[in-house]
């Protein structure tokens, strides 16, 4: 279960929306400058901004990376082949088990 959140989305999208405004009416400001100058006006710590900033870059395409629909892809993925991993060693150990019953000369 994800944590619960601690900004609204409201919130986190107006203060992206204003990091790119603040970056496109002064094209010399970084993002940096720009999460470090908007954070403190709306309440959000600069460095949560900043990573919420890259990964909104990432996920329309303008950035190279993994896209959160992506992540989220991956760790069902890695989910599923955890649990497909647990139920291969059950299914072998009951298979060497009822190997044994069969035939109690085999050395497994």
């Known amino acids: 279960m994800p944590a619960p959140r601690k900004y609204p989305d409201e919130l986190r999208e107006r203060a992206q929306r204003l990091v790119a405004e ?5 094209p010399s400001l970084s993002l940096n400058a720009a999460v470090k100058r908007i954070g403190p006006r709306v309440g959000i710590v600069p ?5 919420w900033c890259k990964q909104a870059r990432i996920d329309a395409g303008q950035a190279p990376g993994t896209t959160t629909d992506d992540a989220k ?3 069902e993925l890695e989910s599923e082949v955890r649990e497909l991993k647990r139920a291969n060693e059950i299914l072998l150990a009951a298979s060497s088990f009822f190997a044994r019953e069969l035939d109690p ?3 497994w």
């Not at 603040?22 to 002064?26: F, G, L, Q, R, V």
């Open 22 to 26: 603040a970056m496109t009416e002064d």
């Open 47 to 51: 460095d949560t901004l900043r990573g």
């Open 73 to 75: 892809r991956i760790k």
């Open 105 to 107: 000369r085999l050395p």
